[in-house]
C-alpha cells in the first residue's frame, strides 16, 4: 500500500526554470513532512520539511507549499540549477518516516 | 564531524548466505533507522532503535531479518538464508532524538547487497 503517493517521476527543466513536485498522503496521522534530495551513490539529505500547522514554508530556493484539507503538499524550487539535477523523495511520519517512490530532475543548462 | 558510516559499501553474496551490515551512527544520536532501498523506489522502513532498543520492527519483512543495537550506538543488520529478492542498498540514519523538526534524520550511503 502506497501511502505517499509522488509526481511526476521525472522531470526536466531548464536552467533558471521553476520544478515542482508533487505528494498526496491518505492517512490523517502523519505530523512531519520532510523533502529528502539524493545523488547517484548517496544516502539522502534533507532540504525542507514542514509541519502540518503551516502552509508554507521557504528556505533559499526552496518553497513546501502544503493543503491540509487536500492531504497533498508540493516542493518548488526557484531558479533551478544543474546541480540541483537529484532525485527528490517527500516523505510523511506517524512513527517513521514514509517515502514517496521519487522524483528524478534532470535541470539543462 | 563525521557523518553516519556504514561498511561495507558493497557486498555480494551467494543464495541462502548469512550477511551482517554495519552501521555508525553519528555520535551522540540516541535514534538510529535501518530503511531499504530498491532500484528506482523510495527508501522502505525496516526497524528504529531508540537507545539499545528496538522501538519498531514492523518494517521487517520477515524471522530472517535481525538487528542489534547492544550498547545504544553501532547497529548491525543480519540478513540470514539470503534470497535475490533480498538485493537492494541498505541505509542507515541516526537523529538526535527520534526524528521531527527538531531532529532530523542524517543517513549513511548504504550498503549495496546483491545476492547471487
Known amino acids: 500500500q502506497q501511502q505517499v503517493k509522488q509526481s511526476p517521476q521525472s522531470l526536466i527543466v531548464q536552467k533558471g526554470g521553476i520544478s515542482i513536485i508533487n505528494c498526496a498522503y491518505e492517512?490523517?496521522?502523519?505530523?512531519?513532512f520532510p523533502w529528502y534530495q539524493q545523488f547517484p551513490g548517496k544516502g539522502p539529505a534533507l532540504l525542507i520539511a514542514?509541519?502540518?500547522?503551516?502552509s508554507e514554508k521557504k528556505e533559499g530556493r526552496f518553497t513546501i507549499s502544503f493543503n491540509k484539507s487536500a492531504k497533498q503538499f508540493s516542493l518548488h524550487i526557484m531558479d533551478s540549477q544543474p546541480g540541483d539535477s537529484a532525485t527528490y523523495f517527500c516523505?510523511?511520519?506517524?512513527?517513521?518516516?514514509?517515502f514517496g517512490s521519487g522524483t528524478r530532475l534532470q535541470v539543462q543548462p | 564531524g563525521a557523518g553516519v558510516s556504514q561498511t561495507p559499501s558493497n557486498k555480494v553474496t551467494e543464495k541462502g548466505k548469512y550477511v551482517e551490515l554495519r552501521c555508525d551512527p553519528i555520535?551522540?544520536?540516541?535514534?538510529l533507522y535501518w530503511y531499504r532501498q530498491s532500484l528506482g523506489q523510495g527508501p522502505e522502513f525496516l526497524i528504529y532503535?531508540?537507545?539499545?532498543?528496538?522501538?519498531?520492527d514492523s518494517g521487517l519483512p520477515n524471522d530472517r531479518f535481525f538487528a542489534v543495537r547492544p550498547e545504544g550506538s553501532v547497529s548491525t543488520l543480519k540478513i540470514q538464508r539470503t534470497e535475490r529478492g533480498d538485493s537492494a542498498v541498505y541505509l542507515c540514519?541516526?537523529?538526535?532524538?527520534?526524528?521531527?523538526?527538531?531532529?532530523?534524520?542524517?543517513f549513511g550511503n548504504g550498503t549495496r547487497l546483491t545476492v547471487t
Open positions: 514542514i509541519r502540518p500547522d503551516v
Open positions: 516523505a510523511a511520519r506517524q512513527r517513521a518516516l514514509t
Open positions: 492517512n490523517t496521522a502523519f505530523d512531519y
Open positions: 540514519a541516526s537523529s538526535l532524538m527520534g526524528q521531527g523538526v527538531n531532529s532530523p534524520l542524517h
Open positions: 532503535f531508540q537507545g539499545t532498543g528496538a522501538a519498531d
Open positions: 555520535s551522540g544520536h540516541t535514534a
